[in-house]
């Protein structure tokens, strides 16, 4: 599960385009931006917002784009901002975005809540070791433009104690074998995370997420 992550700071879009190069990427396109929907004050990324995703172009390159995150639900009620790693193949329209639309979605970490009622806790999870996260993800286009959602596997270690999904977190080397489509969904539900997980400072959160 993910419902919520960090808004990028400059200094990890700048890491990114490093990180691109370093795995021998070539940028084809650069439109990486802050969310324009979010107001200075925020520094969170929820469900209907726009965000930076990576799409790849073939050739060894990628784009940088600002995509609105969520796939809005056939009776126009909400939206699907997550899709089961171990199901997409299974699904038609996540079967059809695995050969057409796959795309990496960065963040320096994400949230989840523990617990319910005045006990709900916030909690961070990032990577151990500092790294920049790279979730993958899905995209379509749409005739109000494009959309993406995170593909989510069973979570491991220390993210157990906190929700029972998690985002699946690609390695720096394996973004252009899954955006390429060399990585499959059976490659993915395996994948590893070493996570960092404690509760932020402002631990009460009133905004229920499944």
Known sequence: MCGRYSVLTEDEIIEIREVIREVSL?????????????????????????????IGQGSGAV??????????????????????????????MFARLLLVGRCVVPAGEYYEWKGAGRDKAKHFIKDKEGHILFMAGLYQETENGREFIIITKEAEGDVVDVHDRMPVILRANQIEDWLSGKLLPDDIVKQEFNASVAPCDNQLEQLSLE
């Open 26 to 54: 070539r940028i084809a396109n650069d439109d990486f931006l802050l969310p324009q929907s979010l107001s200075a004050a925020v520094d969170e990324i929820c469900p209907t917002n726009h965000a930076p995703v990576i």
């Open 63 to 92: 784009s940088f784009e600002n995509l609105r995150w969520g796939f809005n639900k056939w009776d126009g009620k909400g939206v699907i901002i997550n899709a089961r790693a171990e199901t997409l193949e299974a699904k038609g």
